[in-house]
């Protein structure tokens, strides 16, 4: 089975790297999340997937994870789920059978649109407070604000509501 993902992998033509037989980490590049790394290991029964999405939030707890939870039933091969600090990841489970270049690259593009389309939102529920304060500080002192500008909305404070 290693030899398929691997194949899988090369035909995606993701970067991607083994540092143990049957565990691949491949980097995933986004837009909103700049990349996502994932890991693909091939156990005995099933391909398991698992990808870091963001720590732990510093606030809004209760909404953040009802946001999350709210995802995980239109999600495919994939679900959220937060280790025992809160930090959130996307894991799966792929019975080895089903296991294919095809499912590869669905499973990839999944963990891929998750990550990337859903970050800026968990972003702004979890950690509007620090992005407001990082906002303010890189303006203070006249550095780039192009990594907040999604937030701008509720971040930059010489914006008016809509």
Known sequence: MRDVVEAAL???????????PGAFLVNLPG???LATMTW?????????????????????HAEFYKWLLG????MY????????VGDVYLVGRVPLAAVGDEEI??????????ADEW???ALELGFASSIRREWEWRAKRGESLANLRAFAR?????????
Do not use: M, W
């Open 40 to 60: 693909l290991i091939v156990s005995d029964q099933a391909l398991h997937v698992e990808a870091f999405f963001c720590r732990r939030p510093d606030e809004n």
């Open 71 to 74: 995802r995980n039933g239109g």
């Open 31 to 33: 837009q909103h999340k």
């Open 119 to 121: 970050f800026d939102r």
């Open 77 to 84: 091969g994939v679900h959220f789920a937060v280790d025992p």
């Open 10 to 20: 090369k035909a995606a033509e993701v970067s991607f790297e083994e540092p143990r």
């Open 105 to 114: 690259d669905r499973l990839l593009g999944c963990v891929l649109t998750y």
């Open 154 to 162: 509720f971040a930059d404070p010489d914006r008016s509501p809509s």
